[in-house]
């Protein structure tokens, strides 16, 4: 009866090992698991923050440049073409300098 006991209680505290094990185990791929979503959730703010960035800018451009094709439309229109020329010139020359 004695080593009925022994044994029943090895085999329970076995059994408690292995269940805890297990549970650490899964504890640790749902940490894995978390840890990967987290840095995926990261990646997507940065590229939405990007992309929200690139749309202002997309904007700010539309803007500058329908200002600039009603600004030449106007001194076209008016037969000012060296004025238009100019300015023509002097957008160049920004865009060159920034390129530099």
């Given at each position: 009866m004695l080593i009925f006991t022994i044994v029943l209680t090895i085999s329970?505290?076995?059994?408690?090992?292995?269940i805890f094990n297990w549970e650490v185990k899964a504890n640790?791929?749902?940490?894995?698991?978390n840890n990967l979503l987290k840095l995926r959730l990261n990646s997507l703010k940065q590229e939405t923050s990007l992309i929200q960035e690139s749309i202002t800018a997309t904007r700010v451009l539309r803007h500058d440049l329908r200002h600039h094709y009603r600004l030449l439309y106007a001194l076209l229109k008016d037969g000012d073409t060296v004025a238009a020329l100019e300015h023509i010139k002097n957008q160049e020359e920004i865009i060159q300098s920034m390129h530099k």
């Open positions: 329970q505290m076995i059994i408690a090992y292995l640790t791929r749902q940490e894995h698991a």
